[in-house]
């Protein structure tokens, strides 16, 4: 049986899923509590899919079968459901002070669960990759584009070399004239979306090296990227495009910021001091 409960086998496989199995996932991860009383065949009607796909969605998941992934389903769902905690989605009958101690606990879980998967020699490779490179292209799409663009901000203020590329055609056309000495810092919380794939392919072409910061290290883009550094979170795949999976993606940037800065304090130290007094003028 996998170390890891069931809610996180099926987010972290979700993309490598069939539309059937699709289905089923975003049922379970909704209704944990519902599907783990249900029988074989009362979830493949309540799902609309064939008593089969659950079967064959339970192998996925690493389970012997439906009644192994059933008792699995209930130690997850009774470990996740604590009543001394606010936790879960939030509810309309939720005062101000409740929405925000759910909130806090979400966003709080995001960041320790990337903390669990932070790969310490991924995080040193993407140092020595970046630390290397003559410049360093930040892509992304959608939500993704907009932490692309804040660590493009974020290690300007030290390095030089940093450039957001927001439109997914100019993506394309900057990787295609790219080189060895380049990188790419793609952010992309599914690792498969067909923007990502198109310019990954074009930079395998001409040598660039990737960055890929994502949830999932079984997806496509995670396949053809040459790093890999994988956040958590604590939503489902109904809550794509949430607050907390953009805090743990913020957070691996400032591991990897602070990783880079550390290694010259003094010089970074610096570096910073020029562009405090360059900005100084700014103020009032």
Request: net charge negative; charged share 20%; with cysteine.
């Amino acid at each position: 049986m996998p170390e890891e409960d069931v809610f996180t086998r099926i987010t972290q496989k979700y993309y490598q899923l069939t539309a059937s199995e699709k289905k089923l996932a975003n049922y379970i991860m909704a209704n944990g509590q519902n599907a783990q009383n249900m029988s074989i065949t009362e979830l493949a009607a309540t799902c609309g899919v064939a008593e089969a796909t659950i079967s064959r969605f339970c192998r996925r998941m690493e389970y012997g079968g439906f009644i192994a992934f059933r008792v699995a389903l209930a130690a997850a769902t009774a470990s996740r459901t604590d009543p001394r905690m606010l936790s879960g989605s939030i509810q309309a009958d939720d005062s101000v002070p409740e929405l925000c101690s759910k909130l806090a606990s979400i966003d709080i879980s995001a960041i320790h669960e990337t903390k669990a998967l932070i790969e310490p020699e991924a995080i040193r490779t993407a140092a020595d990759l970046l630390l290397a490179a003559d410049k360093v292209f930040c892509m992304g799409q959608g939500g993704s584009m907009l932490l692309a663009e804040e660590a493009a901000h974020l290690f300007t203020t030290v390095f030089s070399g940093f450039f957001p590329v927001r439109d997914s055609h100019m993506q394309v056309i900057t990787a295609s004239s790219l080189c060895e000495k380049d990188v790419i810092l793609f952010f992309s919380y599914s690792g498969s979306t067909k923007d990502l794939m198109d310019v990954l392919r074009i930079a395998q072409k001409r040598s660039t090296k990737v960055i890929l910061i994502t949830r999932f290290l079984c997806s496509p883009g995670a396949g053809l990227a040459d790093c890999v550094l994988q956040c958590g979170t604590t939503e489902n795949p109904l809550q794509l495009g949430s607050v907390a999976a953009r805090i743990a993606q913020l957070y691996l940037i400032d591991v990897l910021f602070s990783e880079m800065c550390r290694r010259d304090l003094e010089g970074c130290g610096h570096q910073r001091e020029q562009i405090a007094d360059a900005l100084s003028d700014k103020h009032l």
